[in-house]
């Protein structure tokens, strides 16, 4: 019997070094679950970030597009007012004078808009707009329309095919 008894705190060692071993694995195990999860979420933030600098550069660069684009447009009306200003000249030379310098205000804005930031251009609009909202107001109106025109002059002409329907079209209406 006395072997059963040393059998027995031998076997019940034998059930703790394994008890053990099971746990330590089961921890390195858990710290290796944990380091490659940390590692993941950090390689996804990474890709993230990668992702979200590349559409803010694209973004930008159309945007940068956009703006010249736009200081072009303001800068053709600046030199229409100024055209406007020569035929005044002769007849009205004082009409002539307000209409130049509101050219040179135009063309003022035009290489501002060239020159400057979209983020600065952004922030001064908004200064703008908080101490003279009834002026900023009537500009957006007057710049809605320049848009519109502008729009509608760029817009692509109708296919000759697409002529020809509209005008079959409108004739059989005219025809009731």
Known sequence: MSDTYTARPDLAGK???MVRDVKTKASDLSDG???AAKDSASQLGDAALEMANTAKDKVEAAVSQ???V???YIGSIAQATGRA???????L???AHYIRQASEQIQG?????RERDVRELVGEVQDFARRQPTLFFGGA????FAALRFLKSTAPAMASGDTASSGAFETRREGR
Do not use: H
């Open 15 to 17: 059930a703790k070094d």
């Open 33 to 35: 679950v944990t380091r």
């Open 66 to 68: 956009r703006k010249s």
């Open 70 to 72: 736009g200081a072009d």
């Open 85 to 91: 200003a020569n035929e005044f000249e002769a007849e």
């Open 93 to 95: 030379p004082q009409a």
């Open 109 to 113: 804005v035009a290489d501002t808009v």
């Open 141 to 144: 109106v007057v710049l809605g």
